[in-house]
């Protein structure tokens, strides 16, 4: 008990450890004492605050006036939010990755943790499965929100509509949140400061639609994810900054084991590598495979491989029904700049695996600054990945395969055959001249 009489002293609006204080003083017969605790309580939260204590704290106060046995399992239960979603099935490797975000409870103070990456990369996945193994570090809650930030069919979810929700959540009575949005944020910061929450944002964007979403200091933890890399938001600790790319080869089939069945999987070794290759390794299109193969058991994995290593209908067959690879590439898409998306296109109708910034340049017909400027958007926005340099110690891209069809599609919905042409012709023209000073940077 003098552990908990110190715990309340140091935070003397943190209502959980209050409550056990008050059922440690009642159970020892020092009831007079527990009800002294919670008027204490009463008194800092409406000084500091301006709010009455939360319906649990409340609940537990009268069930003392009337000197009745408590129930503080059932009491816990009830208003202790945890909101976040199921854990979700299948999920595989990232064993690294969850060891970094780790380092988010054993923060002392506030910390920060990002993962960013591609969309259909399990960015979501490793966010929830990391809250499931953490929540008992969090004792005042976990809350989970999806702002939308990346959503085709919705609009974003204002900042201070999720603050609203999140206060309502850890029990302040709708009537005490105050209409303006500057006060609602410091009630909001104010009221996290005496307690330890998770707060997990998930599909965010943009800074400042995050800022009023985090904390001013205390105890709680935030984890966001984002297809952006955010470099304004600063993750602490930094290990906290989590990227996420596909999946090693092993792990992919492994996925599509778990969800396909094993001996399916493993009776056909060649194919179930060559189906991950073709989904790019990407947990999303992974998915989607094996579910279809699962709910096809006439189906060899063959057969599946068939149907995707056509490129004219393989982004149809992972896009069928709910599945949202296509979907998800698209939103993204719809973020890019101009000229970053008519880039975009161009680089779908290349032959080549990889490429430099020059060809970026060639493409656009622009200069050397201005391509390669555009060529880091991709790679912020998460279309591209950097896969080494050349021998003159150029940075070399590549655009995944999925990706690369997606663009090529856009390219033929949204520029005439000649415009395609051109920019084919100014890139082997570029290519030709390179080549003839003895550059690699084909």
């Not at 990232?94 to 920060?112: I, M, P, S, T, Y």
């Not at 979810?157 to 303006?180: Q, S």
């Amino acid at each position: 008990m003098p552990e908990l009489a110190a715990l309340v002293r140091e935070e003397p609006l943190g209502e959980r450890p209050r409550r056990h204080l008050m059922l440690a003083l009642h159970r020892s017969g020092r009831r007079a004492e527990a009800l002294a605790s919670y008027r204490a309580g009463r008194a800092h939260s409406v000084r500091e605050l301006g709010v009455e204590p939360g319906p649990e704290l409340r609940a537990l106060h009268e069930e003392l006036l009337r000197d009745e046995p408590t129930a503080p399992a059932r009491s816990a239960l009830q208003v202790t939010p945890v909101e976040l979603p199921p854990d979700l099935p299948g999920f595989v490797g990232r064993k690294e990755k969850l060891q970094h975000l780790d380092a988010l409870f054993a923060q002392d103070g506030a910390a920060l943790g990002l993962v960013t990456g591609t969309a259909g990369v399990g960015k979501t996945g490793l966010a929830v499965r990391w809250a499931h193994r953490a929540a008992a570090h969090f004792t005042d809650g976990l809350l989970f929100a999806d702002p939308r930030g990346y959503d085709e069919e919705l609009e974003p979810v204002r900042a201070t509509d999720v603050v609203g929700r999140f206060l309502r959540a850890i029990g302040v009575p709708p009537e005490r949140l105050p209409p303006d949005e500057e006060e609602l944020v410091a009630l909001y910061r104010s009221v996290l400061a005496g307690r330890r929450v998770l707060l997990v944002l998930d599909n965010a964007r943009g800074r400042e639609r995050l800022a009023p979403l985090l904390p001013g200091d205390g105890r709680s933890v935030v984890l966001v994810t984002s297809r952006e890399p955010l470099p304004e938001l600063v993750a602490w600790p930094p290990r906290a900054r989590v990227h996420l790319g596909v999946l090693p080869p092993a792990q992919a089939v492994g996925l599509l084991g778990v969800i396909a069945g094993e001996d399916r999987v493993a009776g056909a070794p060649e194919d179930a590598a060559r189906l991950a290759e073709l989904c790019d390794r990407l947990p999303l299109a992974l998915h989607v495979a094996a579910a279809r193969l699962a709910s096809k058991p006439h189906w060899t994995v063959g057969h599946l491989v068939t149907l995707l290593a056509d490129e004219h209908r393989r982004l149809d067959e992972l896009s069928r029904g709910g599945a949202r690879v296509r979907a998800g590439f698209e939103v993204s898409y719809r973020c890019l700049s101009r000229e970053a998306a008519r880039l975009y296109r161009g680089l779908g109708l290349l032959d080549v695996p990889d490429f430099t910034a020059w060809v970026a340049a060639a493409l656009l017909g622009a200069g050397a600054a201005e391509g390669e400027r555009l060529v880091e958007d991709l790679v912020d926005a998460r279309f591209l990945d950097v896969v080494g340099t050349d021998r003159t110690g150029r940075l070399r891209y590549r655009l995944p395969s999925l990706l690369r069809l997606h663009a090529r599609e856009r390219a033929r919905a949204e520029e005439t055959g000649e415009e395609r042409r051109a920019a084919q012709e100014r890139e082997k023209q570029s290519e030709s001249g390179a080549r003839g000073e003895g550059s690699t940077a084909a």
